[in-house]
Nanobody, 125 residues
């Protein structure tokens, strides 16, 4: 089992920045790939960004050039730096983890094996 805990959400004005953090614990060696997803009451959960165990990255088109996913394996942390935020970025953001095979097969688009409880990001106009 892998436990994930997100932090860093909050309220920010449009054009501002936030950095989300996700700390992993447990059997993390079985789930090297990480991802950030988001969901609103009106929309299904969607991929925001994913990163493989060796640092390969993938982004949703809607966040390319604005968001950056990174990881610090020494601290079991994954980050999502969000710049130039827009009101449509408002959502609950979830951290997820899964085996690298999920990343390299493209299955990460649909989700991963382990999930955090989420952190709310609200972008005001």
């Amino acid at each position: 089992q892998v436990q994930l805990m997100e932090s860093g959400g909050g309220l920010v004005q449009a054009g501002g920045s936030l950095r989300l953090s996700c700390e992993a614990s447990g059997n993390i060696a079985s789930a090297n790939a990480r991802g950030w997803y988001r969901q609103t009451p009106e929309k299904q959960r969607e991929l925001v960004a994913a990163i493989s165990g060796t640092g390969g990255t993938n982004y949703a088109d809607s966040v390319k050039g604005r968001f950056t996913i990174s990881r610090d394996n020494t601290k079991n942390m994954v980050y999502l730096q969000m710049n130039s935020l827009k009101p449509e970025d408002t959502a609950v953001y979830y951290c997820a983890a899964g085996p690298d095979s999920t990343y390299y097969s493209g299955g990460f688009v649909y989700g991963m094996d382990y999930w955090g409880k989420g952190t709310l990001v609200t972008v005001s106009s």
